[in-house]
């Protein structure tokens, strides 16, 4: 009998808005069962032989940041039941870095990422596309509370970057892909009523088609 095709569930929104919380709720609900993959969009910046200060200075929110190529083969391999090789990206470093990860490919593949949505090719291969809808006051300290603690950086820069290219670049390029989602999800991995919405439409998909 032939595999059942993966499913792949597409999760968007702005930087900090909560999307990658609401793709870990997912993944971990079905962790347990060893058949979900969680896939960041972030792993796939492009590799840049550019010096550091000027890797800051790069537009990482313009859908050109992205080796969306590469992405769109690897998640096309994962849907004919191949393993990748995802890449590894250093957020202190501003550059991808030559080690990758090994992925065995899963029933369930969760993609998460800004600009998802704004690649055709991608939003192609979704059965189910989320856009995460968060004010940018609470992004914006979100974003700060987390760059600051996880990924090394200073208040300046943050705040420079933000207003520089995250705050222009999402209302150019992420908001304008609302109108691709299936279910907008107010407030991110704090909707827990969502989440089991969500959930609970991933359990009813794979016991119909027999993978869970």
């Known amino acids: 009998m032939e595999q059942q095709k993966p499913i792949v569930i597409g999760i968007t929104g702005g930087s900090a808005s909560g999307k990658t919380s609401v793709a870990h709720e997912i993944f971990?609900?079905?962790?347990?069962?060893?058949?979900?993959?969680?896939?960041?969009?972030?792993?796939?910046?492009?590799?840049?032989?550019?010096?550091?200060?000027?890797?800051?200075?790069?537009?990482?929110?313009?859908?050109?940041?992205?080796?969306?190529?590469?992405?769109?083969?690897?998640?096309e391999r994962l849907l004919h039941r191949q393993a990748i090789e995802k890449p590894v990206y250093d957020y202190t470093d501003h550059n991808r870095t030559s080690d990758t990860i090994h992925v065995e490919p899963t029933d369930v593949i969760i993609l998460e990422g800004i600009l998802i949505?704004?690649?055709?090719?991608?939003?192609?291969?979704?059965d189910i596309k989320i856009f995460v809808d968060t004010d940018d006051?609470?992004?914006?300290?979100?974003?700060?509370?987390?760059d600051t603690v996880e990924r090394g950086r200073s208040l300046d820069d943050i705040i420079?970057?933000?207003?520089?290219?995250?705050?222009?670049?999402?209302?150019?390029?992420?908001?304008?892909?609302?109108r691709y989602a299936d279910l907008i999800v107010p407030e991110g991995g704090q909707n827990k009523v969502a989440i089991d919405l969500l959930v609970t439409k991933v359990q009813a998909i794979l016991d119909q088609r027999g993978l869970i």
């Open 28 to 75: 971990d609900h079905f962790e347990a069962t060893r058949s979900v993959t969680l896939i960041a969009q972030d792993s796939y910046y492009k590799h840049s032989d550019l010096p550091f200060a000027q890797r800051k200075l790069i537009n990482y929110d313009h859908p050109l940041a992205f080796d969306n190529d590469l992405l769109v083969a690897d998640i």
């Open 117 to 126: 949505l704004a690649e055709k090719e991608l939003r192609e291969l979704m």
């Open 137 to 146: 006051d609470i992004r914006v300290l979100r974003r700060i509370k987390r």
């Open 160 to 178: 420079n970057q933000y207003q520089s290219t995250v705050k222009p670049m999402y209302h150019e390029f992420v908001e304008p892909t609302k």
